[in-house]
């Protein structure tokens, strides 16, 4: 491996290192800002829905 490929593969290594670190600072703060601590709310089915057997 010469020396242009090494620094190649630091530089990809360092990449997915600050992609990861990223995506794990991201995800929290996207999480937050949703609302995700709110109660989901079930409804019954809707009135149009039917159900057709077929023997």
Known sequence: ???RQEKVL????????LTA???LAVQPATA???GIG???QVSGPAQ???VTLRK
Do not use: F, R
């Open 1 to 3: 491996m010469n020396k």
């Open 48 to 50: 149009s829905d039917q």
């Open 10 to 17: 630091i530089a990809t290594l360092c990449g997915l290192v």
């Open 21 to 23: 670190a990223g995506g």
């Open 32 to 34: 937050t800002a949703s």
């Open 38 to 40: 709110h109660l989901a």
